[in-house]
């Protein structure tokens, strides 16, 4: 009988691992689906202007599993953009680094868990990546009339970009809660 029980105990703890290891590929899953629309031609082309939704997945995923896991997936955000964006490889990951492990901490310190917060952190990640791409690119180089550069190609695809973050914020928050709901068991 206690064979039988010990047996039960280490199936249920290899189907609950089994299951974390599974919300992990469906984040990484996620983000692909979402980078390989965020490329496709003329796809959510807005005034020549495409939103990166990749960086409200890394967000969300941030909010929702911690600063570690936040990270780690906000270099596999900051990889994907950098193979589809005009930056330096690495550029895009090592911020989505900094950006997703401060969200993470900050919802875990200070900050709620809810759609609008979601929704500012992603606004806010966006101007920030966007502002940083621009002075690097731009800003630092003295170019003339940077300023239209700076209104369409980071004010207004930040904009654009955060109004998907409600709904990614809905897929990733009951993911997590499905596969949180059978680890549980």
């Given at each position: 009988?206690?064979?039988?029980?010990?047996?039960?105990?280490?199936?249920?703890?290899?189907?609950?691992?089994?299951?974390?290891?599974?919300?992990?590929?469906?984040?990484?899953?996620?983000?692909?689906?979402?980078?390989?629309?965020?490329?496709?031609?003329?796809?959510?082309?807005?005034?020549?202007?495409?939103?990166?939704?990749?960086?409200?997945?890394?967000?969300?995923?941030?909010?929702?599993?911690?600063?570690?896991?936040?990270?780690?997936?906000?270099?596999l955000a900051g990889m994907l953009c950098d193979m589809g964006a005009r930056t330096y490889f690495g550029f895009n990951a090592i911020v989505m680094l900094i950006i997703c492990t401060l969200c993470g901490i900050a919802i875990v310190l200070f900050i709620r868990q809810s759609w609008y917060n979601v929704l500012l952190l992603c606004a806010g990640a966006l101007f920030i990546r966007g502002s940083l791409e621009f002075f690097f690119y731009y800003g630092m180089w003295g170019y003339a009339d940077t300023g239209w550069i700076f209104f369409w190609q980071v004010l207004f695809a930040t904009v654009y970009t955060a109004l998907f973050s409600p709904l990614i914020n809905i897929v990733v928050k009951n993911a997590k809660q499905f596969f949180d709901d059978r680890v549980e068991v």
């Open positions: 009988m206690r064979r039988k029980v010990a047996g039960l105990f280490a199936t249920c703890a290899m189907i609950k691992k089994h299951y974390i290891i599974f919300k992990y590929i469906f984040y990484a899953l996620l983000l692909l689906v979402v980078y390989v629309l965020q490329t496709t031609p003329r796809l959510f082309l807005l005034c020549g202007v495409k939103p990166m939704l990749v960086v409200p997945v890394a967000i969300c995923i941030a909010v929702y599993e911690g600063d570690f896991i936040g990270g780690l997936f906000g270099i």
